[in-house]
């Protein structure tokens, strides 16, 4: 609470706010600093895709995104950067690390809940005493079938009826 309420006023005063107006550098965000979100630089920050969900990632360890009111001069600055120079940053490949990390992690609880469920639908073990009576009621179902068919054959359908009921 007290990180989202510094941030804030991060955002809407300045870092330096409590800096002596004499001492003050008034120095503009750059892409490079550590508060800014690389990924977000790069595409989108996947902690902000899924909030309020199951697959919530939590907040993301960067403070800065596209809301920020110093983001379009920031993206712009990454943008009008050569590739090559945007590859010794190596932003590409910690997101896609990071991504890749975020892949193996729902793949191994997709494999613990499907494993669970296959668990939890396997046919249980009856009791002894329980099959006995399951036993009985299957002979004693068998029987009336039986029944009722011989009664319907001698043309008794309201025998045959109340057999099978």
């Not at 800096?19 to 008034?26: A, C, F, G, T």
């Not at 920020?68 to 997101?95: A, S, V």
Request: glycine share 4%; hydrophobic share 35%.
């Amino acid at each position: 609470m007290v990180d989202a309420f510094r941030n804030m006023l991060d955002e809407l005063m300045g870092k330096e706010r409590d800096v002596p107006l004499d001492k003050r550098q008034n120095k503009p965000l750059e892409f490079d600093d550590p508060a800014v979100c690389k990924y977000e630089l790069l595409a989108l920050c996947p902690n902000r895709l899924f909030r309020n969900t199951k697959s919530d990632l939590g907040s993301c360890g960067f403070t800065i995104h596209d809301d920020h009111l110093e983001w379009p001069n920031i993206k712009e600055q990454w943008d009008k950067l050569p590739q090559r120079e945007k590859d010794r940053f190596g932003y590409e490949r910690d997101l896609i690390r990071y991504m890749e990390q975020l892949i193996r992690d729902m793949d191994a609880k997709i494999r613990k809940n499907k494993e669970r469920a296959e668990a939890e639908s396997r046919p249980k073990v009856l009791k002894v005493d329980d099959q006995r009576r399951l036993d009985e009621i299957k002979m004693r179902q068998a029987e009336m079938l039986a029944r009722a068919g011989q009664l319907g054959e001698e043309g008794d359908v309201d025998g045959a009826i109340k057999a099978i009921k």
